[in-house]
């Protein structure tokens, strides 16, 4: 991957029970870890509009120019899907 900006996307999901304390985690302890990496760049979290079945309910998205590792652990949330692409190219108005 060398110095490309690579895009990491995350859909994630949690029960109700568990949600105040998955975003507490993800914004307090996994967010500020990744951000000990020097090639992170960006993480952007999205939630859910709606309903929707079948759709996860949170989206992550990380931008990040070297290798990173799972902080992931077993929290009582599950990873719906993560896909990992690199820009063909930007816009910008």
């Known amino acids: 991957m060398g110095n490309n900006l690579v895009m990491n996307i995350v859909a994630s999901d949690c029960s109700a029970e568990k949600e105040a304390a998955f975003n507490k985690w993800y914004n307090e302890v996994h967010i500020p870890i990744l951000f000990k990496y020097k090639g992170m760049k960006r993480v952007t979290r999205y939630q859910l509009i709606g309903e929707s079945q079948g759709q996860a309910r949170y989206l992550a998205c990380y931008e990040y120019v070297e290798e990173m ?25």
């Open 69 to 93: 590792q799972e902080t992931w652990k077993d929290g009582g949330f599950d990873i719906k899907w993560t896909a990992q692409y690199e820009p063909i190219k930007s816009w910008e108005r």
